[in-house]
């Protein structure tokens, strides 16, 4: 089976750091894959956070620039999200996803066929 697992999600203070974690297992020509980390809170839409682009192009949504580090292993098949500064709107459930090809941008959510089954990531002020 193809499959995406995240952890290393947690509750942080406001200010503090987290790195997720998404290792993929059973894929083929893993290194072409695209990924991404998408997040959700209670009664909002879900939101692209970060992508990496299997050249290893990233994209970053408005909100986390400059505080947020998407990154990967391919020797361990793993992606990772660096977050730091983290603030209380930051809270939601992540998720990571990949896709061999993307159409239009990496950061939309219709563009990848696998993901993981989230990790929580609370923020308090």
């Known amino acids: 089976a193809q499959v995406l697992v995240e952890s290393g999600g947690g509750s942080v203070q406001t200010g503090g750091s987290l790195r997720l974690s998404c290792a993929a297992s059973?894929?083929?020509?893993?290194?072409?894959?695209?990924m991404g980390w998408f997040r959700q809170a209670p009664g909002k839409e879900r939101e692209g956070v970060a992508c990496?682009?299997?050249?290893?192009?990233?994209s970053y949504a408005d909100s986390v620039k400059g505080r947020f580090t998407i990154s990967k292993d391919n020797a361990k098949n793993t992606l990772y999200l660096q977050m730091n500064s983290l603030k209380p709107e930051d809270t939601a459930m992540y998720y990571c996803?990949?896709?061999?090809?993307?159409?239009?941008?990496?950061?939309?959510?219709?563009?990848?066929?696998?993901w993981g089954q989230g990790t929580q990531v609370t923020v308090s002020s």
């Open positions: 059973g894929y083929t020509y893993s290194s072409y894959l695209y």
């Open positions: 990496i682009a299997r050249d290893g192009t990233t």
């Open positions: 996803a990949a896709e061999y090809t993307i159409w239009v941008g990496c950061l939309r959510d219709t563009e990848y066929k696998y």
